[in-house]
């Protein structure tokens, strides 16, 4: 769809701190909540911690968004293979295993405890004590905490509780759409080039370089962005 009449913005939602909860178009994968990640590490506010249950956190992919290497420097990811293990990771990610985080994401949240051998209601517990632990951390550090959740059932009602913001990002024929239970936050993120939007890995490169921009942050080079942009 061409969009070339449009006012042209490269818009990421403002994440306030605290637990917000993002539910993203299978189409278009991981990588929104990726640029998300990006974003607030372009900010320079603290490292961001990563804690994937999803099998989503693909260190590939995040080299290939960042305008920069060095930003990569200042992620760290870490992954659970159990329900014991996740619950683990978010209890030291609560404690003094970390200090002045810019951003906390954790995807997939509550896949492992789905597939735990113990009873759905113990299974439901671990999830309450790790959400109980990102609110934490949200609150202490004054930081976003981004969850996603593999499925949007009566399991993840815990989820929704706990979470003070709700996102939804939608793909459509004008680009990724980010908006909340309300309305009341509607970013959408345009293409900047001849007005075609193509919701590709290229398309959240040009997205990322131009956020960087805005934030004053280091490129890799002229060349680089040329590529991109």
Known sequence: MNASRRQPRVELPELDSGLTLVDVDA????????????????????????????????????RELAPDPRYLDRIHVARG??????????????????????????TGVDRLYRDSDSSTKHAKQLLVRSLAALARVGRVHEVPVIVTRSRDDEFTKPIVN?????????????????????????????????????????YWQEVLAHRAQMYDAPIVSEEAVSRVV
């Open 162 to 202: 706990a979470a003070r913001t709700r996102l939804r990002c939608r793909d459509t024929q004008f680009g990724p759409r980010f908006t909340d239970a309300a309305g009341d936050i509607d970013a959408l993120v345009y293409h900047l080039g001849d007005g075609w939007v193509q919701t590709t890995l290229a």
């Open 27 to 62: 189409d278009l994968g991981v990588t929104p909540v990726q640029s998300l990640l990006l974003d607030h590490v372009f900010a320079g506010a603290g490292d961001a911690y990563w804690v994937d249950a999803a099998g989503a956190a693909q260190t590939t992919r995040l």
């Open 81 to 106: 293979f159990t329900a014991h293990q996740q619950t683990s990771l978010l209890d030291r990610l609560a404690g003094e295993h970390v200090t002045d985080p810019g951003v906390v994401v954790v």
